[in-house]
Every structure is written in C-alpha cells, then in structure tokens.
C-alpha cells in the first residue's frame, strides 16, 4: 500500500522571520554568495535535495530538521519554530524545498567562484550560516519569480484559474519528490525495451550509435545509481567516477560512459544557464533536467536532483536518441505515443480482464461510425452495464517555454492543440483527447451509436478519463482546464440533439484525468474496490475537478494506492542484471 500524502498547500519561511536586519533585494543576495565556495555549495544544494526529494522511509519533520541543524544556529531555529507554530504547523510550513534548492543551484553556479580549500569551507560555521541566508532569499526570489502578479481576480475566476496553470505548474513541480524508484525503473524498462522498438525500428541502432551503450547497459547503470546515490540515509550521495568498481574494468567503463553521457561540470553548467536565460529569461530548468548529475575535475559526482534523474529512466532514451543524424523528431514523437498507448491499454487490460472468461468488459483501439456518419475513435473503453467508461491516452510533452510564459494564452492554446482540438492543414477542426471522448459519449447518450449487440442500451452514467503521461496536467486547476474543455466540445458535438439527451436520462461525468503513475498504482488497486465506484465518488466530491483523483484518494478512508507487482517485477529483472554486472 502506498501512504498517505499531505496535501495542503505549502508555506516557505522568508528571510526576515530569522534575520531582520538582511532584506531579500538582489544585491545583498549576490553579496551572500560571494562568501560561499561553488562546488562546495553545489553539492551542498545537492545533498539537502536529495534528503527532501527522494521518497525513503523518513517523515517530511525528520527532512526539514536535517537542514535546520546544518545551517542555522539554535536561537535561529527556535525564531523558525515560532513561524512555524504561527502559520500551520510543521507539516505546512517548509524551510526548505525542492524550488527554491534549484533556485539556489543556478545562482551558485551563475555568480559563485571556487575557494581556497573548496572541499572544506564548510567545516566553517559562518559558511554554513550564509547557506541559510542564501536559501531563504531564493525562496523568495522564486516566488516572485513564479507567482509575482499572476494571482489576480481581474476578469472574473474563471480567467483567474486559466492565468494560473502555469504558475500552479511550476509550485507543484517545485515541491515535487521523484517518483518511486521501482516504478520509475520498471516502467522505463518495460517501455524502451518491450514497446517502443515496435514502432521506431531503429531504435536501438540509434541509441548506440548516439551513446556507445545498448539499451540494457543503460538501465543497468541507472539501477546501479538508484541503488547506490539515491539514499541519503546511507549516504551522502557522493560518488567517485574513478573509484567506483575499481576492481570491474568493464563495467567501470560502462559507468564512466554513463555519468559522461549524463553529468555536466560546474563551468558547463554555467555556460548552459547563459544559453537558456538568453532563450528564455525567467528560470528555464532546461539544462538540469538534460543532465542532471554534477561532476567535479576531481572525478566526484553527485545527483543535481533527484526528480530529474528519476525522469530520465522513464523517458530519457528518448531524448538521446533525437541527437542522432538520422531520426526524424516527428516520427520519434509519434512512434513514442504508440508505445505509450499500447502499454497503458495493457494495463487497463490486466485491470479489468474477467476472471470468469464469460464476458470481457473492456475493448481497445475502438473505431466505429455513428448513425449520423460521424467518426468514433477511442483508445479503450470499459462497459460495466449501467457505467461505461471511455478512456484516451495522451502522451504529449508541453513545452517548458510555454509553461514559463507570461502570456498565459500560448500554454492554453497548446494544451488546447495537444489535447482538445486541432486545427488541420486543410482549415477543419480535428478533436483530439477531450474532444474524441466528448463525441464519442455524445454518440452514445443520443443513442446515435448502439456499439456491437446494443451494448449500450441499460447505460445510466458516461466517465470519460483522459490519460496522461505527464503526471504534472493533474495538478490543481488543471482538471477544471479539461473539464472545461470537455463541457464546450460536449456542447460541439450535442447541439441540436438535446432533447433526446433528455428523454434518455443517460447522465455524461465531467472528463477525469489519471496521470499513468496513478494508473499503475490503481492496477493492483481495484482488487479492493470497484473501479466505477472510485469514479462515482471522486465525482460527487469533486464535481469541479479542482481536486485531482491522486488528492482525493489520498485523503480518502475508503480507497488507497497499492505498488504494481507488475512494474516491480520489471524492476527487479533490471536489479538482477545490475547484481551480475556488478
């Protein structure tokens, strides 16, 4: 059983709760850093993300209290403690988070020079009181980055709430812990190795030509950093590139060539945020998450952060291969969708396979046309006799420029484009996503497509679930986005034909969207309860959408997530080849 989560909103400690007399302006931030060594103050960045991002058995108290007893003084954190007491508790408040961490890692390695001793200066207690300074400062540097006049009630909610993804966006992904790294491993495995060389054939010729290692090489070694750098209650998350496996000269080579492929130096970085901010000069995270470990000249490295490496097993081998002279990035993207697709269906299948082999609830791949002429495509649907649930699979990647945007209208006009409708080189509208499933339960309560034997016929309640690999479009507001977007294509596709809508009494559910982490932990989770009884209840209590199907389990006392055997499984088979190789 997965636990519990909290999932308030988080507030952060400014710099003026501890020390009064330090404003946060810019210039006194770049005068703090300057008593702070580069590489030692990366690695510090990196040592206390990876404590607060990286999911092992130790509560968020025990996370915080390890960084307050690093860098502030005993009369500091009791004036922390006081904020704390005064603004929600301990598990509200946070000193330090994942945002303001990264935050803090591009000024360093902007603006930070190394130090005589650089490896030691922080024995110095003064060294590690600047650290703190600096921390709280980038936090609010991040908040006005993020959030600074784009809260406002101007134009009514509803605008409010559309001028808000993209800072909600950013808040979630800034407090965000990396995925468990079984499932990150087992899903990444599974994908690369069993579903996309279906549909991009030269998939593993480009990968090797592009990295100098097969596919297998690559998840090995990702399972040997997962092991061994990504547990901070074991280690500082220090590595040696040249001592590691000493012993195993083949291997030691594998590993050298992986962290190369992976890892960035300080002054690489540096030149990488230039490039970036020049593109886009609000906070790009572009060059951490293309390499998101940090090494030193003296052959020591470190995971920047743990998220974004974690998010290179589930997908980095795509973006390897895009570097090859030979793929072309439209096919590489839609050979991707494919192989997504195909494993997501896979999954609903395990999940809703009949034990009896009397009836099979669930079909895929559905094309069909309606008494009108009008086209039915949908991914897979699940017929439980008074519910049917639609489902359609989205593997689209939203572009971090857009995210970043102050014109709040470009993120809505691609999120629009990727998963409600689209406009064709020939001038016509194309639904995609919300919008296939609008027409398609349209079609049904219009009785306008009775399926194979009027299968539909005793039907009361529609569920179209939309299914992301982007586990960030399920943040808060997002669902009222596509919820939004479902209700105008249902209006599309229903005008005129609201009056049998009625006199069929069949009730369409605003659209639910499922990240795919969600889907695999649901995949052992509906041996406990009924799949359409989850979604009758998150739609009574959640009839907005502003709550997320993972917030509202998460709080709930009847329903939990569970571990996929099946993802564990893969994982291990990995785990296994690392253990030879190793």
Same mark, same amino acid.
């Given at each position: ?8 909103? =988080? ?46 058995? @130790? ?48 000024? @360093? ?357 939309? @299914? ?18 479902? =209700? ?95």
């Amino acid at each position: 059983m997965i636990s519990k989560i909290d999932s308030h909103v =988080s507030v952060y400690v400014p710099i003026s709760v501890v020390f009064p007399h330090i404003n946060n302006e810019i210039k006194t931030f770049r005068s703090i850093l300057a008593g702070l060594s580069r590489t030692d103050t990366l690695f510090w960045c990196a040592r206390l993300n990876l404590v607060l991002s990286t999911k092992f058995d @130790v509560d968020s108290i025990e996370r915080q209290k390890f960084g307050l007893n690093q860098f502030f003084s005993r009369s500091e954190i009791r004036a922390i403690s006081d904020f704390i007491v005064s603004n929600g508790g301990i598990e509200r408040v946070k000193v330090f988070f994942r945002g303001q961490l990264l935050e803090l890692f591009r000024w @360093v390695a902007l603006y930070c020079i190394d130090h005589p001793g650089d490896g030691d200066t922080y024995e110095d207690p003064d060294v590690r009181r600047k650290f703190g300074q600096a921390a709280l400062i980038a936090s609010d540097i991040w908040n006005k980055r993020v959030f600074e006049d784009k809260f406002s009630l101007e134009g009514g909610i509803e605008l409010a709430r559309k001028r808000a993804l993209g800072p909600i966006r950013q808040s979630m992904e800034a407090t965000k812990s990396s995925q468990e790294l079984a499932q990150t491993l087992g899903r990444g495995w599974t994908l690369f190795n069993d579903y996309f060389p279906r549909y991009y054939k030269s998939f593993c010729k480009d990968f090797l030509a592009v990295t100098q290692m097969s596919v297998e090489q690559y998840y090995i070694v990702f399972a040997m950093m997962i092991t061994h750098y990504m547990n901070p209650i074991s280690n500082s998350g220090i590595f040696s590139v040249q001592q590691t496996l000493r012993d195993r000269k083949n291997t030691r080579d594998l590993f050298c060539k992986y962290v190369e492929l992976e890892s960035q130096s300080a002054d690489e970085l540096k030149q990488e945020i230039k490039h970036c901010e020049n593109i886009h000069p609000t906070g790009s995270y572009r060059s951490l998450r293309e390499k998101p470990i940090l090494r030193t000249d003296d052959g020591r490295g470190i995971i920047i952060d743990p998220v974004f490496f974690a998010e290179k097993g589930s997908i980095g081998p795509l973006f390897h291969i895009l570097k090859s002279q030979t793929c072309r990035h439209h096919d590489v993207f839609i050979a991707f969708g494919q192989a997504f697709e195909e494993y997501v269906l896979d999954i609903l299948s395990r999940m809703f396979s009949s034990s009896t082999n009397l009836v099979n609830r669930f079909s895929e791949n559905i094309e069909a046309v309606d008494s009108e002429g009008r086209t039915i495509e949908i991914d897979g649907m699940l017929n439980d006799v008074f519910q049917t649930v639609l489902f359609e699979v989205k593997a689209g990647f939203v572009p971090e420029q857009a995210i970043l945007s102050d014109d709040y209208e470009s993120l809505l006009r691609i999120m629009r484009e990727r998963y409600s409708t689209t406009e064709t080189k020939k001038g016509k509208t194309k639904l995609k996503g919300v919008g296939q499933l609008a027409r398609a339960a349209v079609s049904i309560a219009t009785g306008r497509w009775k399926g194979n034997n009027d299968e539909f016929q005793s039907v009361r309640t529609i569920y179209p679930v939309l @299914v992301l690999h982007d586990d960030l479009l399920t943040s808060p507001v997002y669902g009222d986005f596509f919820a939004s977007e479902f =209700s105008d294509r249902l209006l599309e596709c229903s005008s005129g034909k609201e009056s049998t809508m009625k006199n069929r009494n069949i009730k369409i559910s605003p659209v639910i969207t499922l990240s795919v982490s969600d889907l695999e932990y649901l995949e052992v989770a509906v041996e406990h309860f009924r799949f359409c009884d989850l979604l009758a209840d998150y739609s009574k209590a959640c009839p907005d959408r502003l709550t997320s199907l993972y917030n509202f389990i998460a709080s709930s006392d009847r329903y939990d997530f569970y571990y996929n055997r099946n993802l564990a499984s893969m994982g291990i088979d990995v785990l296994g080849k690392a253990q030879a190789a190793l």
